[in-house]
């Protein structure tokens, strides 16, 4: 178990739907990151926050949009979903403010879109 | 656009055996490249290369950066049925300011048999 906890652990939705994804980090980690895993693009880094501020764009889509708050909690969003962004959602945390380093990854949102 | 290139893209080897994973990359602003371990869900951080450490190693495995022939390779030796997994290479580059960015391979899909 790496402390980092996403919820939900399968999602079914739409296209045209919008649905959050939730990340808590493991305890004493102030950065969050997110991405995406499918089958035709592999494993792509979508955004960074730190302490709530954003950190570090990727190949984050204008659909999507992601936060971080106070509790440190981060919130993933995305939205007018096509078939295209079913996937794999992770999320990561480390103690770093910038760059990648060791983070440590939760479980995964599995995000089907019919 | 930056790219980075995993070989082979499969390899089955037997217990006991040593292999060798390569990733190359094409990148702008290299700050530094990063390996990962996938088994059924989350990836697993393995090890960070910079300039300033160029070599690491864990147990069985270790991990070279080759800065001239932008490269690097992931050794593991004596390997294990528990080693089983893909083993995924990332780069990350500096964005410009304050951004950076993280570029995955397509992995390498290791099967070890007993």
């Avoid at chain 1, 089958?39 to 971080?68: C, H, P, T, V």
């Avoid at chain 2, 410009?96 to 290791?110: A, D, E, Q, V």
Wanted: net charge neutral; with cysteine.
């Amino acid at each position: 178990d790496s402390g980092v906890t996403q919820t939900p652990k399968h999602l079914i939705t739409a296209t045209g739907q919008r649905v959050t994804l939730r990340c808590s980090p493991r305890s004493g980690d102030l950065s969050v990151y997110w991405y995406q895993q499918s089958l035709d693009q592999g494993l792509q880094f979508l955004i960074q926050y730190y302490n709530g501020e954003e950190r570090a764009k990727g190949n984050i889509l204008e659909r999507f949009s992601a936060q971080q708050f106070p509790d440190l909690h981060s919130e993933l969003n995305l939205s007018s979903l096509e078939l295209g962004d079913s996937a794999l959602y992770f999320c990561a945390s480390s103690p770093l403010p910038q760059g990648f380093g060791e983070a440590f990854f939760g479980q995964g949102t599995r995000l089907t879109v019919v | 656009e930056d790219k980075v290139v995993q070989s082979p893209l499969s390899l089955v080897v037997h217990e006991g055996d040593t292999v060798t994973l390569n990733c190359s990359y094409e990148v702008t602003n290299f700050r530094s490249l990063l390996w990962y371990k996938q088994e059924k869900k989350a990836p697993t951080f393995l090890f960070m290369l910079t300039s300033s450490g160029i070599e690491k190693k864990s147990g069985r495995l270790s991990s070279i950066l080759d800065k001239k022939e932008l490269s690097s390779i992931l050794n593991i030796t004596a390997t294990q049925t528990g080693d089983s997994a893909i083993y995924l290479c990332a780069v990350e580059a500096s964005g410009g300011g304050s951004n950076y960015k993280l570029t995955f391979g397509k992995g390498t899909l290791l099967t070890v048999n007993p």
